[in-house]
């Protein structure tokens, strides 16, 4: 069943599109929160986040849009388990803007590193799918090749092939927009 139908069905109450909505992106999800959770805790409260995540679509169905609800459903996630982990007192993996801000913060250089986030968001969206996917799950959220060739049923020297060919494409792009 397609985004928007599900999104239809899920809008106008029928627990068959929450169902749908759950069947599409439940793996996508679980993948996102294990990912940052790493066994920090039981099962049982990792899967609570997983349901957490399909319940907020549930409740913001109406503002769901079929051509993002999958990157939707995986901020939400990376979201929740984040949220979940500062709630058991455990440190959040340093996001790598922390980790780059220069010494003197000036409205000049945080437009640079605006400027900067924005040209390589644009960059990613030229790999087109499954690409872009295979390198966010990798690089942003991640996941070991293997993990990435399970879930997506693809080759995992596929997926070595296309993360290189994405590096290559996004150093190609960044180089000649002067961002690298």
Do not use: C
Not at 121 to 135: H, V
């Amino acid at each position: 069943m397609k985004d928007e139908l599900i999104l239809q069905k899920m809008r106008s109450g029928d627990p068959a599109g929450l169902e749908a909505l759950m069947d599409a992106y439940i793996p996508y999800v679980s993948a996102v929160v294990w990912n940052i959770l790493r066994g920090s805790m039981p099962a049982e409260d990792a899967e609570e986040v997983v349901s957490d995540v399909f319940l907020a679509a549930w409740k913001q169905a109406a503002d769901l849009r079929p051509e993002s609800a999958k990157a939707w459903l995986g901020a939400v996630a990376r979201n929740a388990a984040r949220s979940r982990l500062r709630k058991m007192g455990r440190d959040l993996p340093l996001e790598e803007d922390v980790l780059e801000l220069p010494d003197e913060l000036t409205p000049v250089t945080l437009a640079e590193k605006a400027e900067e986030r924005q040209l390589v968001r644009k960059a990613l969206d030229t790999l087109g799918e499954p690409d872009r996917e295979i390198f966010l799950r990798h690089y942003y959220y991640a996941q070991e090749l293997r993990e990435i060739s399970q879930t997506m049923g693809i080759n995992e020297s596929t997926v070595k092939t296309k993360l290189r060919r994405g590096r290559m494409r996004l150093k190609t792009l960044l180089l000649r927009w002067g961002v690298a």
